[in-house]
């Protein structure tokens, strides 16, 4: 099992990005899929899941109406497009498949 994600950066309060996490090495289209995130000196906490055919989605209080997760099972590949962010948003951003996680994407939020 493999994931990879991409797309973290450094970005103003109130803007966007877009998280990416391509996946290898399992049925990508039979999986619940997941983000979570870690803040300095903060325990990892879940963001956000989607089923296996994208039909269901979840969030955490903290991001629901500003996130969204979505997910392309021709390209093995799941999404977290955040908007609004907030400096409170400043984490790592992580991948995550049952007990297999990538090795997470910067996101720093700050003017």
């Known amino acids: 099992v493999q994931l990879v994600e991409s797309g973290g950066g450094l970005v103003q309060p109130g803007g966007s990005l877009r998280l990416s996490c391509a996946a290898s090495?399992?049925?990508?289209?039979?999986?619940?899929m997941s983000w979570y995130r870690q803040a300095p000196g903060k325990e990892r906490e879940w963001v956000a899941a989607i089923s296996s055919s994208g039909g269901s989605t979840n969030y955490a209080d903290s991001v629901k109406g500003r996130f969204t997760i979505s997910r392309d099972n021709a390209k093995n590949t799941v999404y977290l497009q955040m908007n609004s962010l907030k400096p409170e948003d400043t984490a790592v951003y992580y991948c995550?498949?049952?007990?297999?996680w990538g090795q997470g994407t910067q996101v720093t939020v700050a003017s």
């Open positions: 995550n498949r049952q007990n297999a």
């Open positions: 090495g399992f049925t990508f289209s039979r999986n619940t």
